[in-house]
């Protein structure tokens, strides 16, 4: 998506960058770290210099956020096409990229409902883009937070497009690392899990510690000295997010192992783990 001055970041008319109400420019944000390792304009020179350092700890991480979006395709395609799953609920959406998640569940399912949640003021300036859906179904946004799941499970909109006596896809990519151990991201995901009824799909992404442990380690720090959170976890801590719950196969993965559209030389070239659960 192309930025302005009026809906998101990115340079104003005299060069300098502007960015929309709420957004704290020094400090970088991973949703407009990942939108720059994926060529968008919605990011500041904070965003790019974090983005930056990462690099340097894994040069080849824009690929792996190439490969992480990839996956967000196939397992929608999986959801609707094959589990017959026709709601989303979408928490850390992110910038919106094309194709966005209602865009590729819509192509196959006109009616497909979907909610997206994230808490950067950035994503609020981009929301309207997450709203064109098609007439059979609906799209909505929410700002609120994952660390208040009830706020977001109470909210409105997410009350008036989902009916949460019907499978809802719960999808958690490339968020729940930005949760320290200490603020329970197992608990605030178990109480989204709780609201939702048997038939309903749980889908994470989420960097793993085993890939690499000196590079992780690099980027876990540097996010800290930056003043972000990035939590690499290993595959035991991510499979603890689907407990109690049944794991499409192949289970927790490489994410590029995980359904690959065609055979693959290094299914571990990216650095995160996937899975996807169905609660019976």
Not at 24 to 50: C, E, I, Q, V
Not at 156 to 164: E, G, H, I, M, Y
Not at 269 to 274: Q, R
Request: charged share 25%.
């Amino acid at each position: 998506m192309e930025a302005s001055v009026s809906q998101g970041g990115g340079p104003g008319a005299g060069g300098e960058e502007v960015a929309p109400p709420g957004v704290d420019t020094s400090t970088p944000h991973s949703a407009r770290m990942y939108d720059w390792w994926l060529g968008g304009k919605d990011n500041f020179a904070a965003d790019r210099a974090m983005g930056d350092a990462f690099i340097q700890a894994i040069p080849t991480i824009k690929t792996m956020a190439k490969e992480n979006r990839k996956f967000l395709g196939r397992a929608v395609n999986y959801l609707v096409a094959d589990a017959g799953v026709r709601q989303f609920l979408d928490i850390g959406t992110g910038i919106p990229t094309r194709p966005n998640l209602h865009e590729d569940a819509q192509a196959v399912a006109p009616e497909t409902r979907v909610v997206y949640v994230d808490n950067d003021p950035i994503v609020l300036a981009h929301a309207r883009a997450l709203l064109v859906s098609s007439e059979q179904g609906r799209s909505e946004y929410i700002h609120a937070d994952l660390r208040k799941p009830q706020e977001i499970l109470s909210d409105p909109a997410l009350l008036q497009t989902l009916d949460l006596s019907k499978p809802v896809a719960l999808m958690m990519v490339a968020v729940l690392m930005l949760l320290k151990d200490a603020e329970d991201p197992w608990g605030h995901t178990r109480e989204l899990m709780d609201a939702l009824p048997s038939g309903s799909y749980l889908t994470i992404t989420h960097p793993g510690r085993e890939f690499d442990e000196e590079a992780m380690e690099v980027i876990r720090s540097s996010a800290e000295r930056g003043g972000m959170t990035v939590i690499p976890r290993t595959k035991a801590d991510v499979a603890r997010f689907f407990e109690g719950w049944d794991l499409v196969e192949p289970g927790v993965v490489p994410v590029m192992a995980w359904h690959p559209d065609g055979e693959l030389a290094d299914p571990n070239g990216a650095f995160y783990w996937a899975g996807m659960a169905r609660k019976r």
